[in-house]
């Protein structure tokens, strides 16, 4: 089985940084596109970042300039360094990742999230 595990979530002032990864693991033969994505309470889970392969990246409008996205192919993770962090950032922040696993299924996995609160 495939586990992506999310971490670097907390409590961070306006104006603040933090970094949140994520790490996959399991029977995993490739990792194609990459993504965080994020829910507030009460809405829908919207693309924060999202990074291909080859390391092509693309950001909501909302977080340009602001958050940047990065992978280790090897290590099999992807970062999200935020940065300017307003409060309407708070949010619980999931990773995506698309696998194809040893047994040539390419799925879909997502984290369980964690919790980003932007407050003062």
């Known amino acids: 089985q495939v586990q992506l595990v999310e971490s670097g979530g907390g409590l961070v002032q306006p104006g603040g940084s933090l970094r949140l990864s994520c790490a996959a693991s399991?029977?995993?033969?490739?990792?194609?596109?990459m993504g965080w994505y994020r829910q507030a309470p009460g809405k829908e889970r919207d693309m924060v970042a999202a990074i291909t392969r080859s390391g092509s990246t693309n950001y909501a409008d909302s977080v340009k300039g602001r958050f940047t996205i990065s992978r280790d192919n090897a290590k099999k993770t992807v970062n999200l360094q935020m940065n300017s962090l307003k409060p309407e950032d708070t949010a619980v922040y999931y990773c995506?990742?698309?696998?194809?696993?040893?047994?040539?299924?390419?799925?879909?996995?997502w984290g369980k999230g964690t919790l980003v609160t932007v407050s003062s």
């Open positions: 995506k990742m698309n696998i194809r696993t040893m047994y040539q299924l390419e799925l879909d996995y």
């Open positions: 399991g029977s995993i033969f490739s990792i194609n596109a």
